[in-house]
């Protein structure tokens, strides 16, 4: 069975990420979406469980996906629940170095390929930083994330 | 009329942007420069009124351009100023991937377009944060900002 | 008035290229569309004026538009339009350092600003010369291109 | 079963596509490495069979790779083989960009996605079209190639 | 004498610095390595005088290279230790703009002009924020830095 | 003494060029400037000799340089001169890619060190290709080369 590990903030989870992990279902058997818990740029907008949940329900129409949390290396997460591969979202020039920079630390680790799924929708330009700095400012982004984080967002942000 | 709004943080505002205005008013009949009101990265160098005060000083040579606060989201301000477009000055490859990220979000938010104004004189390198470095540590600035600048980073770092 | 001058090859026009266009009608007062005649990179796919034909179509729903030849410098074209500022699409990282050169050669040169749009729709990824490539095998490209150019591509290739 | 296909021009097969093949054998059941008959950038420096050749005895210890012939779009070739996904390697940025074009096209006119595999160990840098170069100047690079390469282009360079 | 001055924050000193110190000796008769005794983003992981013992130990057997510490703008230590150049490593596109931006201000400064050295082995992907994150997670990075750094990254994490 | 060599096709030598060769001066003892006799990218505008005349001219202020022609491998050339180091002007990101590529296949090939010397003036954004079109459609291209190359510009396409 080919299983991946999908790794992220997910603070929130926003259409591109969605895309992604529609994407990794036409390749892999079973698709973990394992959100850190202690997201390292400070305090994250939703706790690791709202977090989960959020992704949880909006990836509910997709079965071979379970949502994880992340706590420890992602390697050592990769280990334990059998991972293939590591899988991760590619939009724009700046994540390429990034993610290029951990896939090969974690294949220094232990081995295991980390496989990019491009994201080149409309959505190809959001991320949620800029997700949450425009929620807080009163924007509306429900167009931009699944329903159960738009209802979130707006509970957050009124 | 063609009404411009180019918002920033401006801390402080250099000759880079000043180029930036420059060409902006050879196409807008208004200019609009927003600093804005809090910076989200951490507290600013200058306060919101100061950073207002040098940049019209540094921009009174041009009757077009009006300075104003930003205390809200881009699109609000442009919708309330009436502005036709947003301008942003483009430098490097980082900026082009931050700005086309935003360009979008503000259209998806308000259906208003982004135009980007390079910047590629021999200042296309300056940045505020490099400058509040150097400032900070007793480099001489002056001939990188307009002179209400460089007067009030001299009275701040001495 | 405020006139725009958008340079291109357009061999073909594609739905990349009409969105830049779009955007740039909500600027300026009349936008000038301006063919290369003899584009540098070997034999054109399509006449200068099969390629004008096809764009004067395309943007029939454009008022403020008009389709041109170009055969000299941009910036002499710019000059005898009266263009206040010439405008060009910006999709992605190759294409910024590319226009950024010609921007500021055509600034040395007359003293015309440039002034970049986004092109940052589902489309922005498009490219004529991946359309040619991929018409010329036979695959099916009349989402990604204005009608009156999908028309023409299946007459060259059946 | 989980079938890949990786196109490319492989004039000549290098040190950094074996690499992407090796990753990709660890996802994939089945991978077809497909080696375009012509290549659109001028005469290729091997013929397609002589390309065939080399990439086949380059990849012999690998028993789930299969290497064929790409004369049509790749998405037809996909498609006949049951391919699940195109895979392609990434290096650096510009790779990136194109990749990224390809991918959206390639989804656009068939409905399958493309994976990248990150090309990050010692010989990321590595192109064919370098090697080429150098090799015509009597330059050694056979640390940079698979034996049965090394060796054609030894006898074709002496 | 042409000397070099090699600045930065160095927490830790990893084999990519290695690299670059070790090209910057075939060059110069002398090379300072400068570790910033207080770089901006935050507390470092170690202080400043562990970070010169590791990189003194790091660099014991290469006679021409002494360490130092960098408490003031880079330019006037350049200036004090009579530094023909200041070198930098440059790994990735994003390190290429910043490193652009701080060459074009210190030559604007003070006149003295940076030479970037390239750092493209097979560690090329490395950088000292991610070293961090990794052994903060209890990952094992031996590998990656010399063994006087990883023996204290040792004893840091357990 | 300290030797650099400054390959390149110089079709022609430009304002940028110009600005690496002085700055090369400063660190090394010697600088060769090698013009690549039959650049690969077809017929050169300018004949072997007719550039390494122009460049002779162009850098005659500058005592410690020397032009000299370029017909085989970079490296064996600079180990026929002596070379310290091979050095090359950096001005944008695509820049980047190709000389670290070409960096590292020359370090492969001979143990050469490649430095890389910034070009961030207002000309950082030259290209001899640019040039070369301009001046064909009788563009002025006088501000952005030296004297000498202005002369047989004008010669060529007056």
Redesign the interface.
Known sequence: M?VALFPGSFDPFHNGHLEVVE?AT??FDKVFVAALQNP?KGEPLFTSSERQAMISESLAHLKSVEVVSLS??V?DLAERLGA??IVKG?R???D??N???????N???SGI??????C???H????SR?LR??AR?????S??VPAPVAQRLKEKFG
């Open positions: 080919r994407r036409r390749v390292q420890a290396l390697v293939t591969a590619l724009a020039v700046s390429f170095e993610e290029m920079q951990m896939a090969q630390m294949e220094q680790l390929a980390t496989l990019f799924v491009p080149h929708s409309a190809s330009f959001l991320s800029l700095e425009v400012l009163g924007g509306d982004v167009a931009l």
